[in-house]
């Protein structure tokens, strides 16, 4: 691979190599535009088990399953999901659970639709009070250093750990349909 | 109508490798009831959550029986989850509802169904592969038989008193029964492995 190449490689599939460096097994998600490409690697992969989620809340029971059946699990969801989740982030903190969650964030910057700005402007804040920590991305360079210390982080520590990849780095939405 | 100690104690009788995820408030109390078991995953709380933990386990345990137990109040809250499940189709996965169709926790306020809303017919529309309505103690067997061997996911709603039973309480620290579930879970493949 030249180093032009190596430039062009799309950050979902960098955070792809990660989940395949650190062995996830499960990966549960909401259909999400910014995660569509992480989404379609993952439903590929014979190794890992894709569940679509009918709400985010359901992904944090799963990763907490999959964790006591020795299994490492990853969450993909917009920043409006992760106030879907607050009550149920009560089983990581209680039991001690690792987790990870791929954060693609609406409404703060160049966002179309006003109704995304009001989680979306909370999202990091809300995650710190749920006890994660959290990692912001904005360049697509630093997605797989980032990616792979904080699946570091929570494997190694049992530790909730959310990376936030910014609106900046995940494009502008394209409303000209 | 059942006595959910009697129907929880006759459905765990002679549990094998059965992984148990019980839902907070009083199916948490029934299974404790039962006598205290390491493969035993106790819920304090997170509503809503019993039926994701089961699968998610389920998922990382193919070789195991999971067992979801839990009222109509928890599985209501989680409803979205029966679709979720129906979705991945885990063969060793069966949730039984014990369903007193009232909030037992918080003062025997009714419960969606006690009005009529039937949790079989929703897992059956959700793609669950079985699902049965029981009443009886005369069920009981074939519900454990369902548990150990059915082929799922399958939802049981045991229809039971609503009468107060005592608090059986097990250990609250979410962290002890995390590590002991996984320590036995873990020591068990190791034995299986070196067998």
Redesign the interface.
């Known amino acids: 691979m030249d180093d032009t190449s190596k430039t062009a490689l799309h950050w979902p599939d960098a955070i792809y190599a990660q989940f395949r460096r650190v062995g996830i097994?499960?990966v549960g998600y909401v259909p999400d535009a910014g995660h569509s490409r992480l989404i379609e690697l993952c439903v590929k992969d014979p190794d890992i088990?894709d569940?679509?989620?009918?709400?985010e809340?359901?992904?944090?029971?799963?990763?907490?399953?999959?964790?006591?059946?020795?299994?490492r699990?990853a969450l993909l969801m917009q920043s409006s999901g992760v106030g879907n989740c607050i009550?149920?982030f009560?089983?990581l903190k209680?039991?001690?659970?690792p987790c990870l969650i791929l954060v693609t964030m609406r409404g703060e910057f160049a966002e179309f639709n006003p109704w995304q700005v009001p989680m979306g402007s909370i999202t990091e804040a809300s995650l710190k009070l749920c006890g994660f920590l959290t990692y912001r991305v904005e360049e697509p360079d630093d997605v797989d250093d980032v990616v792979s210390g904080g699946c570091d982080m929570a494997f190694n520590g049992n530790l909730p750990v959310a990376v936030l990849l910014s609106q900046r780095l995940i494009g502008r939405k394209v409303w000209n349909k | 109508m059942l006595d959910r100690r009697e129907f929880v104690q006759e459905l765990l009788v002679d549990r094998k490798g059965l992984l148990v995820v019980s839902g907070l408030g009083s199916p948490t109390y029934d299974v404790a009831a039962c006598g205290d078991h390491p493969l035993n995953f106790y819920l304090w709380g997170a509503m809503g959550g019993a039926a994701m933990i089961g699968l998610g386990l389920a998922l990382a345990q193919p070789a195991r029986r999971v067992l979801v137990l839990t009222g109509d109040g928890e599985a209501l809250m989680g409803l979205g989850s029966l679709a979720t499940i129906g979705v991945k189709q885990p063969g060793n996965l069966v949730v039984v509802v014990l369903d007193n169709q009232h909030y037992g926790e918080t003062g025997m306020q009714p419960s969606h169904t006690r009005a009529g809303v039937d949790l079989v017919a929703v897992a059956k529309a959700c793609k669950f592969t079985d699902g049965l309505h029981v009443s009886e103690m005369g069920a009981v067997g074939r519900v454990r038989d369902l548990v150990h061997e059915g082929g799922g996911p399958i939802l049981v709603q045991a229809r039971i008193s609503s009468d107060d039973t005592p608090r059986v309480l097990p250990t609250r620290d979410g962290h002890v029964i995390k590590a002991r579930f996984m320590e036995t879970l873990n020591a068990c493949e190791t034995i299986q492995t070196s067998s």
Do not use: I
């Open positions: 097994r499960q088990y569940v679509v989620l009918t709400s809340e359901e992904g944090v029971g799963l990763v907490a399953g999959a964790a006591l059946g020795g299994q699990a009550n149920m009560s089983l209680n039991c001690g659970f």
